[in-house]
């Protein structure tokens, strides 16, 4: 087994329902406690580890329902292989960015989509 078995479609495709969770996640805590985000365990405990947290959850909840790779098709390859997914979405989505900014021409286009201090409570994205 090599990196491409791992690098597949349905893995960069699990990694960013992994990164759209752990971002709701977020930004629905933040938003019920503005004042979490000044404190040093949320920021350098709970968001570096939530996306693995959610990855091996998520392996684990969906079981043998999804295309996991050939060598992680047992409980603990699926689990290890969410903690991976978890760990590459943060890194999936600054991919997706740079794409989408070098096609389109914008510096940060999936920010200018939902912006995270606009005030405008009608875009069903905030």
């Known amino acids: ?12 495709i699990f ?20 004042k979490i985000v000044d404190h040093k365990l949320w ?10 947290i959610i990855g091996s959850i998520l392996a684990i ?9 050939v060598g992680f ?3 603990w390859g699926r689990v290890f292989c969410g903690v ?3 760990l590459f979405s943060g890194t999936g989505y600054r991919i997706i960015n740079k794409f989408l900014s070098d096609k389109l021409g914008k ?8 912006p995270e201090n606009s ?6 994205l905030l």
């Not at 990694?15 to 938003?31: F, G, H, N, P």
């Not at 005030?119 to 069903?124: C, Y």
Request: net charge negative; glycine share 4%; hydrophobic share 40%.
């Open 107 to 114: 510096e940060n286009p999936i920010k200018d989509i939902a």
């Open 1 to 12: 087994m090599d990196l491409n078995d791992f690098f597949t479609m349905p893995m960069f």
């Open 84 to 86: 991976g997914c978890g």
């Open 119 to 124: 005030t405008d409570t009608t875009n069903p």
């Open 61 to 69: 909840i969906i079981g043998t329902q999804y295309q996991f790779p």
């Open 15 to 34: 990694s960013m329902v992994i990164y759209i969770i752990t971002w709701a996640q977020r930004k629905s805590i933040e938003m019920a406690f503005p």
């Open 73 to 75: 098709t047992t409980f």
């Open 43 to 52: 920021r350098e405990l709970y968001l570096p580890i939530c996306p693995a």
